[in-house]
């Protein structure tokens, strides 16, 4: 059934009003503070019809409504405005930015700390790798006893190391294992390198010593490096403020979830076209944030790197408020830390060059 505009008015108000209160509300109320120019009977009808539609809950007989998670998405999708910072709150987060940004190893928890200040909800900065895999090995015969291992990612970055054996190989094992790594290894995720496909590759290239294995060891290591990233949560208390988390038991699920730093490396990503995303309630796939909402803007964290910044709360939070701040601050991170891609296969022939200079000076 299509819900019509005089609906969505008095739903909006609805909306409004039990985010400024937290309290169940009236059509009473609507009709003296909603500015709707209904009679409050009106509002009652409508109101009921809205319930009926899944739009509005009725926690007691005698109390008034408060909205649903599919009013909230009807809320953010077509009836919030979207506000404006005044000059002024633009100048104060300015300076708060400025001031909190002065040292760079404290950004993640300054940008936190600042979006849970100015929200008043527990915020979320992450910074963190683009996923990748390997794209090309190289192994480059040094000695009898020395290689070097060289992985060039699908992000465009480079991990090398030097390879120390405890035991002699000929250059012509170390070519066979870089072919069979260039097949067998590449575009695939840490967990798809097993037991068993090492000792494929082991046989396939006639390795009695051992040094597939050590070559496979430098692969997972170099991709679960690829993944490590930093997230950081700020004003978790800020939670237990809210009348929805006075419950201990439902406080404690959430705090745990966000204490989790895999947790929140996992969040979801925003889509290149939108600059917010907004998951209401059972839209989160955590069931620790079912009954909360999750509002992350994306910001330029650099090359090959994905950031964001959110906040969560629950899902009577002021959805254009707080996407407004999260916005501004998304904004003024990109500008900060934003930068250009450095040029294709850069990297991989300077650290090449490096590596192979700096064991020639050991060496020596």
Request: glycine content about 6%; charged content about 25%; overall charge negative.
């Amino acid at each position: 059934m299509e819900i019509s505009e005089r609906k969505k008015k008095i739903l909006a108000a609805v909306i409004e009003a039990y985010i400024a209160t937290a309290e169940p509300v009236g059509s009473k109320y609507i009709a003296e503070s909603g500015g709707l120019d209904l009679s409050s009977a009106t509002i009652r009808n409508e109101m009921a019809e809205l319930t009926a539609m899944g739009y509005l809950d009725q926690p007691h007989t005698s109390a008034g409504r408060v909205p649903s998670p599919k009013a909230y998405r009807l809320y953010v999708n077509e009836l919030m405005e979207r506000q404006r910072l005044s000059i002024e709150e633009t100048e104060a987060i300015n300076r708060s930015l400025c001031l909190k940004m002065q040292q760079l190893d404290k950004l993640m928890s300054d940008v936190g700390k600042l979006a849970s200040s100015l929200t008043q909800y527990p915020a979320v900065a992450l910074a963190a790798p683009i996923a990748a895999t390997i794209s090309r090995f190289d192994l480059i015969y040094v000695d009898v006893n020395t290689i070097i291992a060289v992985a060039m990612l699908s992000n465009n970055t480079v991990h090398n190391k030097l390879l120390n054996l405890p035991f002699s190989v000929d250059q012509g094992l170390v070519q066979r294992l870089a072919s069979v790594f260039n097949t067998n290894f590449t575009d695939i995720s840490e967990d798809k390198i097993t037991p068993s496909m090492i000792s494929s590759a082991e046989c396939a290239c006639g390795d009695t010593m051992g040094l597939t294995s050590v070559i496979a060891a430098f692969a997972i290591d170099t991709l679960r490096k690829a993944k490590e990233g930093a997230a950081v949560v700020a004003g978790a208390s800020h939670l237990l403020r809210q009348p929805e988390f006075r419950d201990p038991d439902k406080a404690h699920e959430i705090l745990s979830y966000l204490s989790d730093s895999e947790h929140l490396l996992g969040l979801p990503d925003v889509g290149e076209d939108d600059d917010i995303q907004v998951l209401i309630g059972p839209e989160n796939v955590a069931k620790e944030l079912k009954d909360s909402s999750v509002v992350i803007a994306r910001y330029n964290a650099g090359d090959n790197m994905r950031g964001i910044i959110g906040v969560v709360g629950p899902t009577r939070m002021d959805y254009s408020g707080v996407a407004a701040k999260l916005r501004y601050i998304a904004s003024w991170l990109s500008r900060l830390l934003g930068m250009p891609e450095a040029p294709r296969g850069f990297e991989k022939l300077q650290i090449k060059e490096m590596t192979i200079d700096e064991h020639q000076e050991d060496k020596n």
